[in-house]
């Protein structure tokens, strides 16, 4: 599974972005599929994720501003943010997990730069 993720930029405080990731590969093996944030010094941290039953989860700090969807005729996922805060900035990594006979592995996008001005 490769997974290209695209969308960060620059926007202000109270801005707005919608982050894009396409899988490719054995994309019949994914079932969930999220996203992850690193802010320079911090770890890496859950940002959403959607199950393959379209159930999602959201870390406290983004629950009510960030939408996580998934458009499986795409093999894509999407993580519209909105109410963006400086706090906000951090490189945002997509990830899907495969599952297969031999259990599951999970893959990494390449990352996409998310910065939120004051």
Do not use: H
């Not at 620059?10 to 093996?29: E, K, M, N, W």
């Amino acid at each position: 599974v490769q997974l290209q993720a695209s969308g960060g930029g620059l926007v202000q405080a109270g801005g707005s972005l919608r982050l894009s990731c396409a899988a490719s590969g054995r994309t019949f093996s994914i079932t969930t599929m999220g996203w992850y944030r690193q802010a320079p010094g911090k770890q890496r941290e859950l940002v959403a994720v959607i199950l393959s039953g379209a159930s999602t989860q959201y870390a406290n700090s983004v629950k009510g501003r960030f939408t996580i969807s998934r458009d499986s005729a795409k093999n894509t996922v999407y993580l519209q943010m909105n109410s963006l805060k400086p706090e906000d900035t951090a490189v945002y990594y997509c990830n899907a997990e495969s599952r297969g006979p031999s259990g599951s592995n999970w893959f990494w996008g390449q990352g996409t730069q998310v910065t939120v001005s004051s």
